[in-house]
């Protein structure tokens, strides 16, 4: 019985240890080998085979995160390049293999409402170095006013341009867009010149009493001229056209003169007559009212005057009281502080708010979108990669970053409805019970410090963690819109 024991404890361990054992196709960067291992997750076999995966690198595989065998995993390393949404600069972490693929990404969700193009701008960054401009056929290229078309796409812009002989100078500015179905390869050439204009300076004017004039009369005495200043400004111009202008220096070369107005002396006012022709009656007057003064009316007046210094007294310790009555509200001026929530105009369904943060608990109406602590930095320039976006932005950025991870058609559709119903597409959307913030409603917000510090503002990095965590833990959109029909969460 024991040897037997032994035998099917030692069968069991063979058949485990041969079904535990799995052949893997491993394919990095394009890069493709078999392997054999022993691991049970994805995240478990990279990290046997020294794969160092980053934030936005991606990987995917047949079977999700658990390994079966004869599985796919595909990694793919993450490259930082800059598009432009709609004439907004923004910094895009991609895996494309060619600019006309990277601008595929963002047709293939058929978001119109954003026109998107590739910056280059160093022609010795990976896009012009080491990116194809378009695998699949000519690129239309567009410089110093002339329109020619290069054959091979299959080159990267530095190369197409050298067959053209075009020669960029540093500054030059190269970008790729679609243009219906061409791929269009455009370069900007920038110069720097000065110009100089000429401002007038206003003039101002004086007024000046001359006695020598009757009153009531006046006369201009200088006429008034505008001066002159030089300007110089440094300018900046793409393909020819002012783009910025800095001023660097200022002369005045004439100076303004004032217009001055003398003017006669004011008529003398004559003194009114209240004695009326009685000369004798103020001296009388004045004797009564010397006599008038005894000690007995002194102490009296003096008597009534205390008593009316205690009534104004009195009357400034009521206008105390009144005033402390009225100060106990100041408290309520802390309302003011969230005025900055009328800035976001994307937010309009709480402009009811704006003006009082002890509203908070109506928030829940909204979806979880009030309470927006950070509306006060809607005046701050960009500080991230996609500062405080439209919703429109924000909708053109992930249909390409969705693309690009194979989500397109169904679990776009999937994707669109799921993050419009947790946040509307709102960077700022909070969740006033649980405290999940941002377009993904991402709980506890500080998850998507992964993907960057300014997490609270930045739209891309929002959309980025919001990917990732789906791909992780639902494998796409279509599953994790499925979850969230099923109980709300997803």
């Not at 485990?16 to 990095?28: D, E, N, Q």
Request: glycine letters at 12%; hydrophobic letters at 30%.
């Amino acid at each position: 019985m024991a040897i037997c024991a032994v035998a099917v404890a030692l069968a069991s361990t063979v058949a485990f240890g041969v079904a535990a054992r799995k052949t893997i196709a491993l394919s990095i960067n394009g890069d493709t080998q078999t392997v054999t291992t022993y691991a049970m997750s994805v995240t478990r076999l990279l990290e046997e085979r020294g794969v160092d995966v980053k934030s936005h690198d991606l990987v995917q595989s047949t079977s999700g995160d658990i390994l079966s065998n004869h599985d796919v995993v595909t990694v793919r390393s993450a490259y930082q390049t800059t598009i432009s949404i709609d004439g907004q600069r923004v910094p895009f972490w991609t895996v494309a293999t060619s600019a006309s693929q990277l601008l595929g990404f963002f047709q293939q969700n058929e978001n119109e409402a954003a026109k998107v193009t590739v910056d280059i701008d160093n022609i010795y960054s990976q896009l012009t170095g080491g990116l194809v401009i378009n695998e699949s056929g000519p690129v239309t290229v567009i410089a110093d006013g002339k329109t020619s078309v290069a054959p091979n796409g299959k080159l990267p812009a530095a190369s197409i341009l050298d067959s053209k002989g075009i020669s960029l100078n540093k500054e030059d500015r190269v970008s790729v867009e679609k243009d219906g179905d061409k791929t269009v390869l455009r370069v900007q050439r920038v110069t720097h010149g000065q110009e100089t204009t000429t401002v007038a300076i206003p003039h101002g004017s004086q007024t000046i009493v001359d006695k020598s004039l009757k009153p009531g009369t006046s006369v201009v005495r200088q006429q008034g001229e505008d001066g002159e200043k030089k300007q110089v400004y440094n300018v900046t111009y793409v393909d020819g056209i002012a783009e910025t202008r800095t001023l660097i220096s200022e002369t005045t070369t004439k100076i303004s003169l004032d217009t001055i107005v003398a003017v006669g002396p004011e008529k003398a006012a004559e003194p009114s007559d209240t004695s009326k022709g009685q000369a004798d009656k103020g001296s009388d007057n004045a004797g009564k009212s010397g006599n008038k003064s005894n000690t007995g009316k002194s102490d009296g007046n003096s008597s009534n005057g205390s008593t009316s210094g205690a009534n104004k007294s009195d009357d400034t310790s009521n206008n105390d009281k009144n005033n402390d009555k009225n100060n106990g509200n100041s408290g309520n001026n802390g309302n003011s502080g969230n005025s900055g929530n009328s800035g976001n105009s994307g937010n309009s369904g709480n402009s009811g708010n704006s003006g009082n943060s002890g509203n908070s608990g109506n928030n829940g109406g909204n979806g979880g979108n009030g309470g927006n602590g950070n509306s006060g930095n809607s005046g701050s320039s960009s500080q991230g990669r996609l500062w405080h976006p439209t919703a429109a932005q924000a909708k053109a950025y992930a249909s390409g970053a969705a693309a690009q991870r194979g989500w397109t058609s169904y679990d776009w559709t999937c994707l669109d409805k799921l993050w419009t119903r947790e946040s509307r597409w709102l960077w700022y959307a909070e969740n006033a019970k649980t405290g999940a913030y941002g377009i993904p409603q991402s709980l506890p917000a500080s998850k998507m410090a992964e993907f960057g510090a300014n997490y609270r503002d930045d739209g891309a990095v929002q959309i980025d963690w919001g990917l990732a965590y789906i791909a992780q833990r639902y494998g796409s959109p279509s599953k994790a819109w499925e979850r969230s029909e099923q109980i709300g969460w997803y």
